[in-house]
Structures are given as structure tokens and as C-alpha cells.
């Protein structure tokens, strides 16, 4: 089975530029999750999605960044302007709400993740 | 913020297990623990999850104490592919799944 499917893996790019980062969830998930990994940071939850829907958004740091969720197969986080300090690996997550069979676990799946550098 | 507390790094041997300890004292009583690793800088990976009893599954076991301020994952024949970033995890409601900065578990040949 495909799991989540980020691209690009790997993004250069100069200051001032608009980025784009693409998040294929698995499917049947109804909830999507963006992240980003910093060494000083860690992991941080920028945003939340149930049901195509943005539920938590608190997470992210400026009106520079912007993401959507237009159907349940794909989603964007957008960075326009972007700067060097936002360089990171962004992780994309999903998981189902749905018991299915067996114990639910409420896993998140988590993508290979789309590693920006701004210079 | 992290809800969970973890030392920084371990070493352990291979073949022996390995016991990672985590502190969540303001844990509240419906929060499920949840144990990631991430082996280098690929995606975090689930492990195991508990509420209050204690958990096996294929990959680790999970001890939460009768209080559930604590909880220790043990690995019980540590590998050399366990080598990772083993995170724990307070889930906050539905969806806040708040990293830490986990503890980064060598194990050694």
C-alpha cells in the first residue's frame, strides 16, 4: 500500500521566493497533518485538517505561510514570501478516525517529508 | 508544549533490552501516552500507545505506572536498526500530537 506521499523531497530555493510543498494522504484518512522539524525546534504541528476542513492552524508562524486541503487526496502548505529561517523538513501526516477492524490506534502515518532549503 | 519529559540520550547493548523512561506528571485521566521513533531523518514511526494498562505489540512493550506520571517503552532484543530518536507523546483531545524532544537511543555492537 502507498503511504503518504510528499514532494518535493528536496526544495532550494532563494529568499523572496514562493514555495510550495504537496502532501498525498493515504487513502481513506480523513485527518491531515503538517509539520515542521527544526534541530532547535523539533517537531512542531502547524496545522490540523479533519474532513478536508482546517481545524488548528495556531501553529503556524506567520500569514507567510498558508496551507489547503481542496480534497481528500492532496493538500499544499504554501510559503510566499519565503525566508532562510524557514528552512526545515516539513513533514506531511495522516490518520483515519475510523475504528476499522481491530483496535483502533489512532496512529499517524507520517510521509518522507520535503527537506527546504532558503538562501 | 511537550507534555513529557525524556533524557536526552541512552546507549544500550546490543541483544539486551532497552528501557526508555518518560515523565508526564500533568498527564489529565482520559490522555493516551504514545511512543514515535524516528531513525535518522526519515518520518517518525508509531510504536505503541496506552491509557492505562500495559501494552505488547510485535515491535515493543509499554509500562505506564498505576499513577500514570510515568511510563517506560522497552525494547527487549535491541537491534542496531533501533538506533533512532524515540519520542513520547501526551495526545491532547484528537489531534495534538506535541513532540518533545525524545531521547536518542544508541545501541551499540
Not at chain 1, 23 to 51: D, V
Not at chain 1, 90 to 113: I, M, V
Not at chain 2, 47 to 57: A, R
Not at chain 2, 77 to 103: P, Q, W
Request: proline fraction near 6%; aromatic fraction near 10%; charge should be neutral.
Amino acid at each position: 500500500d502507498a503511504g503518504v506521499i510528499q514532494s518535493p523531497r528536496h526544495e532550494v530555493t532563494e529568499m523572496g521566493q514562493e514555495v510550495t510543498l504537496r502532501c498525498k494522504p493515504i487513502s481513506g484518512h480523513n485527518s491531515l497533518f503538517w509539520y515542521r522539524q527544526t534541530m532547535m525546534r523539533g517537531l512542531e504541528l502547524l496545522i490540523y485538517f479533519n474532513n478536508n476542513v482546517p481545524i488548528d492552524d495556531s501553529g503556524m508562524p506567520e500569514d507567510r505561510f498558508s496551507a489547503k486541503m481542496p480534497n481528500a487526496s492532496f493538500s499544499t502548505l504554501k510559503i510566499q514570501p519565503s525566508e532562510p529561517r524557514d528552512s526545515a523538513v516539513y513533514f506531511c501526516a495522516s490518520r483515519t478516525s475510523s475504528p476499522g477492524q481491530g483496535r483502533y490506534t489512532g496512529e499517524l502515518f507520517f510521509g518522507e517529508g520535503s527537506r527546504l532549503t532558503v538562501l | 508544549d511537550a507534555k513529557t519529559t525524556q533524557p536526552p540520550s541512552m546507549d544500550c547493548a546490543e541483544g539486551r533490552a532497552a528501557n526508555l523512561p518518560c515523565n508526564h506528571s500533568t498527564i489529565s485521566g482520559n490522555e493516551y501516552v504514545y511512543w514515535y521513533r524516528q531513525i535518522h531523518s526519515q518520518g517518525p514511526q508509531y510504536i505503541i500507545h496506552g491509557l492505562k494498562n500495559n501494552e505488547t505489540n510485535e515491535m515493543a512493550s509499554l509500562i505506564i505506572t498505576e499513577d500514570r506520571k510515568s511510563s517506560t517503552l522497552i525494547l527487549p532484543h535491541a537491534t542496531l536498526r533501533d538506533t533512532a530518536v524515540y519520542y513520547c507523546i501526551v495526545v491532547s483531545g484528537t489531534y495534538k500530537y506535541i513532540f518533545g524532544t525524545g531521547t536518542r537511543l544508541k545501541v551499540l555492537a
